[in-house]
Structures are given as structure tokens and as C-alpha cells.
């Protein structure tokens, strides 16, 4: 975020003036929805107000969210319902700065990553071989393993790593998932 301040004027009904240079030197401006002309000079945006009224504003930009875990995003929506935010907040994480700037800015959830896990099983080159770990449909809670000559990507056979943990499966193979399937 620059430091630079922009300016623009705006009229009781909320309209800003619109200014430009047609590349002739003649000056167009007037009330016009939808445009916003700003100036780094807060004297030039007075002078506008003094020609054609309204009022100067500032144009911030508005600041980065932050990105967070589910676990952080949980303790700064708690920090709400706290007579003392920052209080509550740093007495439940360690990075303060982090979350008070979530707290203020507002904030999004990093999406977990997800792998396809597998294991390599030979063969030559033409044929190899593959057992790919899916969820089982069958008996939920447990991990099938499916012979194939391919890994594929199905929403199915994606796990967490806390899902890797989970289940047993950190001497496999993992392939991370660079985008969503079906």
C-alpha cells in the first residue's frame, strides 16, 4: 500500500466530479456517475471545490486480508464476542500481530492442501503398476487401495495431510493436487 494520498470531490449526493484532459488542452469536467478523477494535490481538489462545490475526500485503498488456518480464524472470530479482542487474542496465539491485523483487516481461509496417495509397484515402463489410496464408499472411516495402471485425480482419493496422518499413510507417495476435481 502506497503512502501517497489521492483526492477526489464528491457532492451531497454521494456523485464525484469528473475531470479530464482531451489531449487538446481543453478541460472537460462535470458531475458524472461511475467516474472518479482524483489528484495527489489536496490544494487542486480545494480549487475544484471552490469552482463546482461538494466536499474533497480521500480515496484509501483498502487493505490486504489476511490469510489464516481454520484454527486462527476461529480464534479471531471468538475475539468478537470479547469485552478486550486483543486481550483474547493474544492470550490464545502467539503471532498478535497476525491475527489483530485479521482482527482489523478482515481475513480469508487458506485452502488446505490436498495429495493423491499412492504407491509405486513396478513393472516396465510401459506397464507400470500403481496402487492408489481412495476413501472407501463401502466402509466410511477407511482407505481402499485400487490397483492401476495411472494415479487420477478424483475428489475422492484426495487427502489432507492431517487425513495422511490420519490413516497411516506417510511412507506413500504424494502427488499434491494443483487444482479441484469432480
Known amino acids: 500500500m502506497s503512502e501517497e494520498k489521492l ?6 449526493k454521494g456523485i464525484y466530479l469528473s475531470y479530464s484532459d482531451d489531449k487538446h488542452y481543453h478541460w472537460r469536467e ?16 480545494h480549487d475544484l471545490c471552490t469552482d463546482h462545490g461538494g466536499h474533497v ?6 487493505p490486504e486480508k489476511v490469510v489464516l488456518t481454520e484454527e486462527q480464524a476461529e480464534i479471531v472470530d471468538d475475539a468478537h464476542g470479547y469485552y478486550i479482542p ?17 482482527y482489523v483487516n478482515g481475513y ?14 513396478g513393472g ?13 464408499s463401502v466402509y466410511p472411516g477407511t482407505v481402499s487401495w485400487i490397483l492401476t495402471n495411472e494415479v487420477t485425480n ?3 482419493a484426495q487427502f489432507t495431510k492431517s487425513e495422511i496422518e490420519h490413516y497411516g ?13 469432480d
Not at 108 to 121: H, S
Request: net charge negative.
Open 7 to 12: 483526492y477526489a470531490v464528491k457532492n451531497a
Open 30 to 45: 462535470g458531475w458524472r456517475e461511475g467516474e472518479i478523477a482524483a489528484t495527489t494535490s489536496q490544494r487542486i481538489a
Open 57 to 62: 475526500v480521500t480515496l484509501i485503498e483498502e
Open 86 to 102: 486483543a486481550s483474547y487474542i493474544s492470550r490464545n496465539y502467539s503471532d498478535e500481530e497476525l491475527l489483530m491485523n485479521a
Open 108 to 121: 480469508t481461509v487458506a485452502k488446505e492442501k490436498k495429495y493423491l496417495v499412492y504407491k509405486e509397484l
Open 124 to 136: 516396465n515402463q510401459k506397464h507400470e503398476q500403481f496402487a492408489q489410496a481412495y476413501r472407501s
Open 154 to 156: 478424483r475428489s475422492f
Open 169 to 181: 499413510l506417510q511412507d506413500c507417495e504424494k502427488e499434491e493436487v494443483t487444482d479441484d476435481a
